[in-house]
Each structure stands twice: as C-alpha cells, then as structure tokens.
C-alpha cells in the first residue's frame, strides 16, 4: 500500500508539471534577486529588507537596502547609493537609518535621514559589523578588528602598515589557535565599539585581550545593549586555550567601560544575549556541557534584578536558533528545526508554555512588528526560493509579500520533494527528500544521486537548497535526488542526535544503507545498477567510509572529506570537536580514531571516486583530500582530485562553483549514464 501511494503522488506531480517549461540551469540558481534581514519601520507601516543581486560576468554579488508596505506595496529601493548598502536598522524614533557600505576603507558605519542623504560616519581600519542601535537612539553598538596592543585607530594603521612594510611575513606562534576555518592568526581581535550620535565621535568600549564578541562558535548576534542604554552583555571566551574549550561565557559591562562582570557559570558554551524590552531579564542561547559545540540549545531567561534564571525550553526536546523578544516582554518567538523544516515558534516567559506558529515550510529571517500582532519571515520550499510573507499571529493568515522569483519560477520545470520515512538500523524513523527530475516519466528508470550532508549533527532543509549541491539543478541532469537524515542529524530529537558521537561510520551509516534499500523497493524508477552518493565536509567522510564498506555505488563524489582520523586531528583547529567526537585524543582512545577512519579500510577501495578541496580549509585540512586520491590510485582506483588553491572549507567564489557543478555533472556522466 505505501508503496502504490508513493506512485500515484509521484503521477500526480508528472501531470502538475508546467507546460513548455525549461531545465533549470546553473545561470538560473543566481539569476534571481535573494533577500534577507527585514526590519519594520517603528511606526509598523513598512518594512526595509536587502536584496542581493549576482552578475555572472563580474562574478560579483551586490546588495542594496529596499523598503515596502507592509502589504508589499510600494517597494522599491530605499537608498540610492552607488555603493553596496545591507544591514538596515532603524532608530527606535524612525528619524534615522543606520546601514553598512563598502568604499576604499572597506565597510564601515552609515546614517541617513530617513528620505535624505547618507553620510558616512566612521572610518576604521579594522571595518565595521553589526550595528545595532540603542533604543534612545542615541548610540549605536558595533564591533571591529584591532591588533591586540591598540587601543586606538592609528595604532592600528600604523601597525597594518609595519606588518605590509615588513618583508619577512613569517608568523611566530605559541598558542592553539593559530588558524581558523580559513584565516591564520594576523594579531588581530574583534572588540566592541560604540558610535555617539550627537557627539558624531566613536570610541572603543572593550579591551580586555579576548574576541569580544567572540569570534570562535557563538550566536548570530553576540552583544545588545540594555534597553536604558546603560549596560552591554556580550558573549567571549577567556580560556587559556581556546582551541579545546567552547566555553562561551556572558560579561554585561557599563556603557562607559570599566571591568566586566561575568554572569554565566556552565561549562559549555552562552550566547545570543537579548535584553527584554522592559529590561527586566537578558534571554540567551545555553548549552549545558563542556566541550560539545552540537549540544542541545536551550534558551534561558535571566532575571536582571536577582541573578535568577529559568531554563524557558527544558521540555522542548529541539534545539533552538534565531530568536528575537515581543514587544511587550510576554514571548520570545524562535527557530527551531524538526523533520528537515525550519519552524517558527513562541514560548510564553510565565507558564513556559510553546507553540508552534508556522510548520509548513522552511523559515528565517523573522521580525516582528512593534504592535507585536504580525511576523514577517522568509519562507522556502524545495521548489521556491524565498520570499518574504505577512505573518498575522490572531488570525493566523500568512500572506505573501514579495514576487521577486515569480517569473523565474513560472519559467522553470521544478518539482517539489517528496517525503519519505522508513525504519532505521535500531527501529527509530528516518526521515528523507526525494526529488525528480524535468519531464519526469514513472515508466522509466534513472540513476540516483544519493546527497550526504555534513556536521554530523546537521540536517536535510526542505528549501531551495544551495548546500553543497541544489537538488533542483542535480536532478536536472537527468537523476532522481534522495537526502536520507541518518542517526546524528538535528531535528529529530536530543537522543537521536547524540547517537552519531562515538559511532562515526556504524549506526549512520547502517541508516543511509537501509534507506538506499527502502528507495530501490518503493521507487521502481531508481536504477539500482546507476547510482552515486555525493558528500560534503561530514558527508565527504562518509562517502570516503562508503569507498571501504561496500561497492553498491558507480561512483562516489567527496567535498572536503576526512581521510584519517589521526592527521585529521593534528592538523584542524577546533580540537573540542574530534576529542568530543571521537570520546578522546589519538593517544588516550586511538582505537576508536583507528576504527572510524577511512584510511583504515583502503585495501577495500574499488568504486570510482571523484576528491574536491580548498587549500584554505583548515576545519578539514587539504592534506586529508590529497591521501584520499593517493590512496585511490595507489590502489588503482579510478579517480579525480579537483583542487581551488583560493577556496576553504565550502566553495564561495561563483565562477568556482560553477566549475565545479560542471566537472561533478561530468563524472557522475561517465559513470551512470554509459
């Protein structure tokens, strides 16, 4: 019976198709405008937002700040600038918008007039993020680069200019860490700034030898100011080696300066402070252990007055992302991802109570208006893009707002993913997406492209999708597209989760295998004979641990994968991970990074495989792709190591992606379509 209701969902979308429609191509996934941060207006009639454009040709992606009814009505661009503008924040009176833009001191802090010219106001070397304002509008709080010894701008030029002078660029290290994600150690720190309206002075508020905010995990935005303006809270480590600790910690601080006060205690990691609009409490992002950067998110309430604080989503067995206060203090609304959709909910601060607002598709980027009674969010599914809907939270009525990717999707031949669930290797459900290619014929069979995300502690997103691979734009070569959530992946629940530390390669990996058998059983137009399974970061290791286990697969494709368990260990940054992990280092549980290591199994190595890596990706080092493929031809295996001496640990650059769209597209050819 399931198996008959899976064929006729999938003839019913064959018939749905649009008529004379085309394939999606590459140029197509940027050649739509994206949109991003909407921010009502503090009289609630408007809302400003971003829209990002890409010119293909320039390989450049441009941002202006746009502004619409809140009926999306009127919308147009709001500042016209002939430079980047992004980040809008209205001051809490609407007299003035602060906004980011680049020139030849990089991005630093604007202000316009509401309907006047924008003025910039600062001019730092170390460049400007995230300005938020204080609600007497008078300040804004920023945070920018600055060497370590400098306390003041033209410290820091100076300082540039020594290090550009200097013909020696070695650098001398004593500590962990002394390279991150992509970047080396340059003397450099965030620390936190503060931009005086009325003064049109700026100066900076913290110093204390630390990222403050903290650079290293952290939130989405890990500093606010108190309601009165008086006070700070921001997030910052002060472990001595920060490479083992995720101990994020809270400081609150006067306005003025002066020596921090922590006031958080836990061993794992705080962050995301966000004062209550009364300014009775800071709401904040917790998790409990120490050493663990995928614990659970709890979302904790702190009471300014007494130093209690209450944990808001204790029986809330998801983990909790962006949030963002009501006005009047009563709820806090946040993300929180369950069954691959990004949802939308609220949790009353008195009784604890949580609800579930908006579970239909995947969504971000909510704000709410000042009245508190509407939401506006970004929603996604796998065959649309997102845009930017009306949340009307009594009613309950979700209207859409803009139609930027109208036309682009009226064109388009795309379907919607199909759900599916099926038993796992120990009884629980596993969830996955399956998508079909253009002009889809049931009668027929095709090869699959079987998608592995990374983490581990991550998940399938049932949006238009630009991790790693598109769905829409791989399944239009020609290929049915499975995502399968194994044991490890968010969303499911704490237990769930957890499963993968420790197990790398056993129970995850049994769950993808029994959902490539659930798929050949229920899909009879999957080609068991042509498939391959594609990962990146996390999935990249698994498709290398695929290689060692079995040969059910044509070919395999592995994005910035781990080869070795023990070199990968010495050679990433975030120690806290691999020791979390794998339950110890190379010396205290060898066994266990032994076991769990691709490398251990290459005498197995005998399906095809195609190794893609950056040079600057220190999270997984690109030595681990170079003894993949070494190990791949030693063993006589047929294979390909695509190399960017410019990338890290993803591909950001857009004539890089493409390239590396077409040589996938290339070897997942040879090797299923003969």
Known sequence: MIRLMHIIILVLLTISSPINAESIIFNDLYSYPRISDPQFSPNGKQIAFVVSA????????????WIMNIDGG????????????????????????????????????????????????????????GPEWSQSGDKLIFYSRVYRECIADNCNRAK???????????????????RHYNGWDDGTQNQLFIYDVSGDSVYQLTSAGYEAPTNILGGYTDYALSPDGREVCYAMNTDSVPALSTDNNLYIQSIEGGKPECITQNTGQDNNPLYSPDGKYIAYISQARAGYESDQNELVLYNRADGNRIILTKNFDRTVGYFLWGPKSEYIYFQAIEHGFNKIWRVDIKNLNIECLLDDAVYKYPAISPDGKKLAVARSLSDQPYEFYLYDIGTRKLDRLTFFTKEWRDRLDLYRADEFWFQGFNGDSIHGFLTLPPDFDPAQKYPLAFLIHGGPQWCWLGNFNYYGWNTQLTAAQGYVVAQVDPHGSVGYGLEFKEYVSGNWGRGDYEDLMLGIDYLIKNYPFIDSTRMAALGRSYGG???????????????????????SQVSNYYSTEELWFPEWEFKGTPWTNRDEYIRSSP???????????MIIHGQKDYRVDVSEAFQMYTALQRRGVPSQLLYFPDEGHSIRKIQNHRYVYE????????????
């Open 599 to 609: 490398s251990t199994y290459v005498e197995n190595f005998k399906t095809p495989a």
């Open 541 to 563: 290791y698994m498709t290398n641990w695929i290689n060692g286990h079995t040969d059910r697969f044509k070919c395999l494709i592995t994005i910035d994968g781990i080869f």
């Open 160 to 178: 540039a200019q020594e290090d550009e002078d200097n013909p020696v660029k070695a650098g001398l290290y004593d500590r962990l860490l002394f």
């Open 74 to 129: 009127g919308a147009h661009r709001l500042i016209e600038h002939d430079k980047d503008a992004w980040h809008p924040r209205w001051s809490h009176d609407g007299s003035y918008m602060a906004f980011l833009s680049s020139d030849e001191d990089g991005s630093q802090l604007w202000l316009t007039p509401y309907g006047g010219e924008p003025r910039k106001v600062t001019s730092l070397w170390g460049e400007v993020s």
């Open 663 to 674: 040589k996938q597209f290339e070897w997942l050819a040879r090797w299923l379509k003969k």
């Open 54 to 65: 890409t010119d293909l040709d320039s390989n450049i992606t441009g941002d202006g700040i």
